[in-house]
């Protein structure tokens, strides 16, 4: 998932050939014409069939310029905004990919002084294209309500793919839980705005956590023709913590679960990437029964003994 993908499919859609080396060390071509049964499971199963050593992609012309908005709210005024907001998912042309967060704000300056630091919501979108097209979807985003503060960025495709990198910095620690979510009700707005209620009373050790809208080019694909499950899907939801001193582990950890616990009765499956410690059941959650029951045909094909297990585990049927 990223941000292209509502242009142009999901990455897994764009692949068109993979080379793989095979529990038995045999080295196997997967595509439409060669071994379509791996290629199908190879995009959205995992690592669990072989060790993929060449990926052929489709490519495509996007330009290099792209927008960041992001509109920000006290927590009072949010769930008014993100009613709002998710509406705009279905409008909103596809080289945008709106995104809704809360948490902890820092101290930053195009804030007002008296909420920084303190817990906000905010709402935007992500334009990959011409910025000045991109800026007509700042007045639908206006009108929900009034913000406390807006940032709007102008930047190169490059730097919107590298922009969150010193966040993920091998030093840190990190631990993250997600969902999708068909519909974005009034009471999944709540728990999602239920952050607060995650913590023990210590808010600097809450995780911060978002929406990022689908739709457009990933629901064309037939939910047949790849492993990936869930294109029906209106939101994904992570919520992330990262810290780096490891006497925080379980209050930080504690506080995703928790927070995802709330939001988990709104959910319709999770993203295989967003797993973290869930095992088979976060399996069971990725993927529709009728795929895990083929994923699990194909893994006693190409590895029948498991090798392949240091995953998101799928076993042989």
């Known amino acids: ?7 142009f499919g999901l990455a897994c859609d764009n692949v068109t050939r993979f080379q793989v080396v095979t529990a038995t060390g045999e080295l196997v071509e997967a595509s439409e014409a060669v071994n379509p049964e791996l290629f199908w499971g190879l995009r959205g199963g995992g690592g669990n069939f072989g060790v993929v050593t060449e990926f052929e992609f489709e490519l495509h012309p996007v330009g290099t310029a792209a927008l960041i908005a992001d509109f920000f709210y006290t927590l009072e005024d949010a769930p008014r905004v993100l009613r709002g907001w998710h509406q705009l998912i279905a409008e909103v042309p596809r080289q945008a990919t709106l995104i809704g967060w809360t948490g902890t704000a820092g101290d930053w300056a195009y804030l007002p002084v008296e909420h920084r630091n303190s817990p906000l919501a905010s709402v935007g979108y992500v334009w990959v294209g011409e910025p000045d097209q991109g800026r007509e979807l700042l007045r639908m ?13 102008e930047l190169t495709y490059l730097e919107l793919q590298t922009i969150d990198d010193a966040k993920h910095r091998q030093r840190l ?18 728990a999602f705005l239920s952050r607060e209620m995650a913590g023990d009373g210590n808010s600097g050790l809450l995780p911060y956590g978002g929406f990022q809208s689908y739709g457009g080019a990933i629901a064309e694909v037939g939910d047949d023709e790849t492993a990936f499950s869930h294109r029906d899907a209106l939101l994904e939801f992570v919520a992330v913590a990262a810290w780096a001193d490891a006497a925080e582990d379980e209050a930080r950890i504690a506080g995703a679960r928790r927070w995802a616990a709330a939001i988990e009765p709104f959910a319709s499956g999770v993203y295989v990437n967003d797993l973290a410690d869930e095992g088979e059941a976060g399996v069971r959650r990725a993927y529709t029964p009728r795929k895990l029951s083929r994923l699990a045909a194909l893994k006693q094909h190409y590895d029948p003994d498991n090798r392949f297990h240091l995953n998101h585990n799928i076993r042989p049927d």
């Open 141 to 153: 985003l206006r009108g929900l309500a009034r913000p406390l503060a807006e940032r709007v960025d």
């Open 173 to 190: 620690r990190r631990y993250w839980k997600g969902h999708y979510l068909r519909e974005l009700t009034d009471d999944a707005i709540e």
């Open 1 to 7: 998932m990223g941000w292209l993908a509502r242009q």
